[in-house]
């Protein structure tokens, strides 16, 4: 059997790939769908040449491997898709810090302790809040969840907006335009600094808060609870934790 030319492999695979695309809700299981179709058709080729099958049976073969592969990434794209964002950010986020990925700095040193500096430097802390640097700590997730062959569902802005609205983080207000504007990058005073940070509430990140975080509901802020109620209250009629 002749072996393709590179460019004539290319031009298959992207072609597939496009195919798959609108079917799913993250990329890298297209790009998976179309490699995995492509192994089949070149197996499939090879069948020919030794003419283990005929043509009619190998375009068989490719319609019934291509379905099966779409519907495998359909479900695979569905499961993904109910991972919620601020609890993958989180759980990665803690996964970083505890095997020193990433590290951050106390604000006040000797007072609320110092992680070590291993890895890289994405913010700093005191004992209410974590200040990550918000491009940084936005782009060490993303890499770090696109090397697993995830796809991070939503953009750094819709992220903050969404660790608002469940009471994660400290947003602050100011004046634009007449118009009163939230915003979820504030700025803080940090080494003689200003800075621009996302200030996460430490109960949050504290290891301890992921397994609170897959087992209880997210409800909105429509009343005078803490941070932490807020997020974890169980909705209405619901049996207690």
Known sequence: M?????????????????????????????????????GLESALEYAISIQAIDERAKQQWIEAGWNCFMSL??????LVSDVKPV??????????????????????KGEYGEVQHH??????????????LHDTVYRVVY???????????????????????????????ELEKGQIRKRHVIKKTIEGNRIGVIAVRS???QPSASNEI??????NR???????????????????P
């Not at 990434?73 to 569905?78: H, K, L, N, R, V």
């Open 2 to 38: 002749d072996t393709e030319p590179k460019s004539i492999l290319v031009e298959k695979f992207n072609k597939l790939r496009s195919l798959a695309l609108p079917q799913q809700s993250h990329g890298r299981l297209a790009e998976t769908a179309a490699w995995l179709q492509l």
């Open 73 to 78: 990434s359909g479900i695979q794209s569905e």
């Open 87 to 108: 609890r993958r950010f989180l759980s990665v986020v803690q996964e970083l810090l505890a095997n020193q990925s990433i590290y951050t700095k106390a604000i006040n």
């Open 119 to 132: 890895g890289e430097l994405v913010g700093w802390h005191d004992s209410e809040h974590y200040y990550f």
């Open 143 to 173: 890499q770090f969840l696109q090397g697993q062959g995830e796809h991070f569902p939503v953009s750094a802005k819709i992220l903050w907006k969404q660790m608002d609205a469940e009471g994660v983080i400290l947003s602050g207000e």
């Open 203 to 205: 109960f949050f990140v």
């Open 214 to 219: 897959s087992n209880h509901s997210v409800r």
């Open 222 to 240: 429509t009343h005078s609870l803490t941070p932490a109620e807020n997020l974890f209250a169980p909705k209405p009629g619901s049996a207690p």
